[in-house]
């Protein structure tokens, strides 16, 4: 198995999360030369998580809660994988709101799951039905960056 071997699974319903897990997928690929599969996790909700060494999971929020699939997906055994989790949420993108968010959605998420021990972890802004935009695609680049080292160690 490729040590770089990577898989992002995202959900996204108002496209904002895939931006982003494209993003990621871009900075990893090009900066680190990983091998890098983004799957949907509407389209394909329980892929084979067998011939991967890194586990991306990305999910947006809406009514203060992970979308469904991505919620369920964090219930896997990720065994010896390294994994990281983001996310995308206009509450997140504000700079007053953004601790809280990741309070709310990040730290109360991994207590319920405390066999995820990610390597990074953040949140990102996210779009209001194209009402309010608080996407930063920057810090989703600087942030795969510093993921990409974590990973390749």
Do not use: C
């Not at 995202?10 to 997928?25: D, F, H, L, R, W």
């Not at 890194?54 to 994988?81: C, E, M, Q, T, V």
């Not at 007053?96 to 405390?114: F, G, M, R, S, V």
């Not at 972890?121 to 209001?128: I, N, Q």
């Amino acid at each position: 198995m490729n040590g770089n071997k990577t898989l992002i699974a995202y959900v996204s319903k108002s496209g904002v999360t895939e931006e982003n897990a494209k993003i990621i997928s871009d900075v990893l690929k090009s900066n680190y030369g990983f091998e890098v599969d983004l799957i949907n996790l509407k389209e394909n909700s329980k892929p084979d998580l067998s011939q991967y060494n890194n586990i991306i999971i990305g999910s947006g929020i809406r009514i203060a809660r992970w979308y469904g699939k991505a919620n369920k997906f964090l219930k896997n055994d990720f065994k010896d994988k390294k994994v990281a989790i983001f996310l995308s949420s206009g509450y997140a993108g504000k700079p007053e709101t953004y601790q809280d968010a990741i309070t709310k959605y990040i730290d109360k998420k991994l207590a319920k799951n405390p066999h995820i021990k990610p390597v990074a972890a953040e949140a990102f802004g996210g779009r209001y039905r194209d009402v309010e935009d608080y996407t930063d695609p920057e810090k989703v680049k600087v942030w795969a960056t510093e993921l990409g080292k974590k990973l390749s160690m």
